[in-house]
């Protein structure tokens, strides 16, 4: 870079943007790189406080913040992301449709791990709209050098994709709501109105709701007849506390070939219950769902109906934040 005095500049390409922060609080960029200064830009130049500008001259051993942050972002982004012009150096990548963030963790450390590199991201498992920012990628100076950009590259093409967004499936959802009081009539269940609003919030497809008494072999039944009319996924309400007679998570435990959890470090939703009976998802939803718009709940159902896998050990990890988390995504 060569350092210019204004008023020599004239006629001179800029090599970067320039940011003004103007009244009424806008901020942003007021020359773009590449603009040619003209007579007419000094004062302007001046009343954002520069009496200088950097010229760009070419050397072989480094690379400009633009391309240096496209070079990994182009190696490390995945499907349905739209990757647009930058603005000051930053790279706002957004979700081209509905869907759920899905996130290498391990791939985004490796990048920001890159002197220079500094990508920030939505959470893994984070529920996105169409044209949602989800990562903001930039390097730090106005160039770094060839072997930085090659390493972060290396890095992104290791783990990539690193981000992407998985659309949401239609799956077939079905309820199966549990409690003597419920099934007796002396109550009228509050639960499958709350649940339809979230299955609708996913594009899934409601199959029905069958009410059970606290009856394990009842309980089942209406787990496997669901099954047998192809749901894909049956969100199980009731007797999901501690007590001797709150038995959804048993029947979970007897039906899933494949059983993940029962409870996670999350509140509101401690609760929450997960396995899979063949290749139908079962989910003991948490009593708090009733009354909490966001619950531990709420962080996996984007996860299912995006089809993005998970395990124990994902449910875990959620105690870092676990007490907060819900309220931040609410």
């Given at each position: 870079m060569k350092k210019v005095s204004v008023y020599d500049a004239v006629g001179k390409q800029l090599f970067h943007d320039m940011t003004a922060i103007l009244e009424g609080g806008y901020k942003g960029p007021r020359f773009k790189r590449g603009?040619?200064?003209?007579?007419?830009?000094?004062?302007?130049?001046?009343?954002?406080?520069?009496?200088?500008?950097?010229?760009?001259?070419?050397?072989?051993?480094?690379?400009h913040e633009e391309d240096a942050a496209?070079?990994?972002?182009?190696a490390a982004t995945?499907?349905?992301i739209i990757i647009p012009s930058p603005s000051e150096g930053r790279f706002p990548l957004k979700a081209s449709c509905d869907g759920v963030f899905v996130l290498n963790r391990d791939g985004l450390k490796a990048i920001n791990s890159v002197p220079d590199y500094t990508f920030a991201t939505l959470r893994h498992g984070a529920p996105v709209k169409q044209g949602d920012l989800v990562v903001g990628a930039r390097i730090v100076p106005l160039v770094t050098t060839v072997e930085r950009v090659e390493q972060a590259k290396e890095a992104a093409q290791l783990y990539a994709?690193?981000?992407?967004?998985?659309?949401?499936?239609?799956?077939?959802?079905?309820?199966?709501?549990?409690?003597?009081?419920?099934?007796?009539?002396?109550?009228?269940?509050?639960?499958?109105p709350i649940l339809r609003r979230k299955i609708a919030t996913y594009g899934g497809i409601e199959l029905g709701a069958?009410?059970?008494?606290?009856?394990?072999?009842?309980?089942?039944?209406?787990?496997?007849?669901?099954?047998?009319?192809?749901?894909?996924?049956?969100?199980?309400t009731g007797g999901m506390s501690v007590d001797p007679d709150d038995v959804t998570p048993t029947v979970i435990r007897q039906l899933a070939d494949s059983f993940l959890f029962q409870g996670l470090p999350v509140q509101p939703g401690n609760m929450l219950t997960v396995g899979s009976m063949d290749k139908t998802v079962l989910v003991g939803v948490p009593g708090a769902s009733m009354h909490s718009p966001v619950t531990s709940l709420d962080l996996f159902l984007p996860l299912i109906y995006g089809g993005v896998p998970f395990d124990k050990e994902d449910a875990i990890q959620l105690g870092e934040g676990g007490l907060d988390i819900c309220r931040r995504w609410s």
């Open positions: 603009h040619v200064i003209t007579l007419e830009d000094i004062p302007v130049l001046l009343d954002m406080g520069k009496e200088h500008i950097f010229i760009w001259e070419n050397d072989p051993n480094l690379v496209f070079a990994v972002v182009e995945g499907e349905n994709p690193v981000f992407s967004i998985a659309p949401y499936r239609p799956l077939k959802t079905a309820m199966v709501i549990t409690g003597g009081e419920i099934y007796s009539g002396r109550i009228k269940d509050a639960f499958a069958t009410i059970c008494p606290d009856d394990i072999n009842f309980i089942a039944q209406a787990v496997i007849d669901f099954k047998d009319q192809g749901a894909d996924l049956v969100l199980m």
